[in-house]
């Protein structure tokens, strides 16, 4: 438009940037943590055979896809300076959802469409009472993590449902199947990142998460519909939990109603090793599923190496204090 | 100097507490009004009542000679009216370029899809900032910005729009020595321009080094409007604390 008149000083240093692009991602948590997984892989390699086999990557990789998918819905909250810990109970509450549904002999549309549903109000329902109640996310989310447990146990009565109808063939066939050698719950993690991605950094709804986790009230200053874009953030947690569910239910092949029980936490922690910050204002889709993907590698590398798997979660937990950490003297360093 | 906006018999009542006691203040066009008084006087009401966060109790508003009666911030933006806050209501986690352009940000169209229009967006702020005579880079993170820095981009904000007023809330309360001398030159720049300054201060010097007129407000109410040239600040200090009564 009027770049013609762009003043030559400040176009000169706008380059300035390009330059040190590899200074750059030497600076991003993502970088640090794609090191720590390789450095980790290699020395359980050393260990143990049985760790580089494509198999056994394969099966990471999948493994790490189901949290990956909900550390994804789960950045936005984050950034946005909110938190939700329902997200395991939705989706209990929406696999279950999905389990009833086919069981019932509706086809693989119905049952996904239904799922989905599930997730996202339940998810808009989170936002909406956090934000037109103004309470805080960790106890709003703390009551309906208990509610949605409790109404997956109201709705199945208890059944485990193995049985999916006409559905049973395709629904395995997506959760567990592979195209081209890699597991379908794999693709589906990439389209995620890349959609969640461009939403964060080329939406105006990206920008405004952003913004409401730098400063909520400048956000609102700025005549920003601060609640209506929170509440998209919450719908949008549950939405990925409910496909997270579709893709688990159909690799478990059935749905009891303790499924994703305690999923939260390793949610959480991926997407703060990933670099989101607890405060909000920072967070990327790549970190998340890359925390993800380091999370699955440790509980693996750990079990290969034939340390006691109790370790794991004191492993977990270590290596969200060193990304804590890490942000923090990254942070100093800036 | 042609009259921008004014305010007459302006009450503003919260419950029991009247915080506006019928204040008449004209705000002419491009002039740097000084807005001083003590914690409580009423400068913050007066502000947020010019600004529409509230409605005046009673009295009019009259801006380009149209009487208005703004249902909020934004609608005031609408007018041309825009607030540089005291905390300068800032984004740390968001470049200098996304702060000014926070919420009215360009687009363009890729493929089927609107994308913000970053680029556009970075030149935009680099040429405000140029305007301003702002060392401020579009593509640095506010978060490591200098209190003038902070001040700059902040006041870009109201250059974005066709904006005609702007209101200061005390923007040189936090920041040092040389940047308060940097947002000063700031005000200069924008008087130059055609716009009218509310500058709300509790800084003697600042008010008296940029300001053309004066009020000062003591509970309330108006208690002095004078041209700066005809006042000073033993004056103005005991207008503000009522050692003086009125002037």
């Known amino acids: 438009m009027s770049q013609s008149n762009a003043p030559d000083m400040n176009v000169d240093l706008l380059k300035r940037h390009d330059r040190s692009l590899l200074r750059r991602l030497m600076l991003t948590q993502e970088m640090w943590i794609a090191i720590a997984i390789v450095v980790l892989g290699l020395a359980v390699s050393m260990i143990s055979g049985k760790f580089a086999t494509s198999g056994n990557l394969m099966n990471v990789l999948q493994n790490a896809c189901f949290i990956g998918l909900m550390a994804l819905g789960m950045t936005p909250v984050l950034i946005s300076g909110g938190i939700d810990i329902s997200v395991g109970s939705i989706l209990g509450l929406s696999g279950v959802t999905l389990g009833i549904l086919l069981n019932a002999g509706a086809p693989l549309p119905v049952g996904i469409f239904g799922t989905l549903f599930v997730g996202l109000v339940f998810g808009g329902l989170n936002g909406a009472v956090i934000t037109l109640a103004k309470l805080p996310p960790f106890i709003v989310t703390l009551a309906t993590l208990s509610i949605g447990r409790s109404l997956a146990l109201v709705v199945s009565d208890n059944q485990v449902f193995y049985e999916f109808g006409t559905a049973t063939e395709s629904i395995l066939a997506l959760g567990g199947g592979y195209t081209l050698g890699v597991p379908n719950v794999v693709y589906a993690l990439v389209v995620f990142v890349i959609v969640l991605h461009c939403l964060l950094t080329m939406t105006r709804w990206g920008r405004y998460i952003f913004a409401i986790g730098g400063n909520e009230s400048a956000a609102r200053l700025a005549g920003i519909s601060v609640d209506a874009i929170k509440i998209s953030a919450y719908a949008f947690s549950g939405l990925m939990a409910a496909v997270s569910a579709i893709f688990l239910v159909g690799w478990l092949g059935a749905v009891t109603n303790a499924i994703g029980t305690g999923y939260e936490l390793q949610t959480i922690a991926s997407t703060v090793i990933g670099g989101a910050s607890l405060t909000g204002g920072f967070g990327t889709a790549l970190g998340a599923a890359i925390g993800a993907i380091l999370i699955e590698v440790i509980r693996n590398a750990l079990l290969i190496a034939g340390v006691n798997p109790f370790w794991q979660g004191t492993f977990v937990g270590g290596f969200i204090l060193a990304a804590v950490l890490l942000e923090r003297i990254r942070s100093l360093r800036r | ?34 807005l001083m008084g003590d914690n409580g006087a009423g400068k913050s009401t007066l502000v947020k009542t010019i600004a529409g966060n509230f409605q005046p109790t009673s009295g009019r508003y009259v801006f380009e000679d149209q009487e208005v009666r703004l249902s909020g911030p934004a ?8 607030v540089v806050y005291q905390d300068l209501a800032l984004c740390n986690n968001l470049t200098a370029a996304a702060n000014v352009f926070l919420g009215r940000e360009p687009m363009r169209q890729v493929g089927p899809f609107r994308v913000l229009d970053k680029k556009l967006m970075n030149t935009r702020s680099a040429e405000i900032f140029q ?39 005390e923007p040189t309360a936090a920041i ?39 009020v000062v407000m003591r509970r309330g109410r108006k208690v002095a409007d004078k041209r700066i040239d005809q006042s000073s600040p033993e004056e103005v200090t005991g207008l503000i604390t009522g050692a003086i009564q009125a002037a």
């Open chain 2, 1 to 34: 100097m042609s009259k921008l906006a004014s305010l007459e018999k302006i009450v503003m009542e919260f419950g029991a507490i009247r915080a506006l006691d019928g204040v008449s203040i004209d705000i002419n066009r491009g002039e740097v009004l000084g």
């Open chain 2, 131 to 169: 305007e301003l005579k702002s060392e401020t880079r579009p593509a640095d993170l506010v978060d490591r910005m200098s209190g003038g820095q902070r001040q700059a981009v902040a006041i870009a904000r109201t250059r974005l729009s066709n904006s005609k007023l702007v209101l200061m809330d």
């Open chain 2, 75 to 82: 609608d005031a933006r609408r007018h041309g009216i825009e």
């Open chain 2, 176 to 214: 040092s020595v040389r940047q308060v001398a940097e947002v000063l030159a700031l005000i200069r720049r924008m008087k130059e321009q055609g716009l009218s300054v509310i500058l709300i201060s509790h800084r003697m010097p600042d008010v008296f080094d940029v300001c053309d007129r004066v």
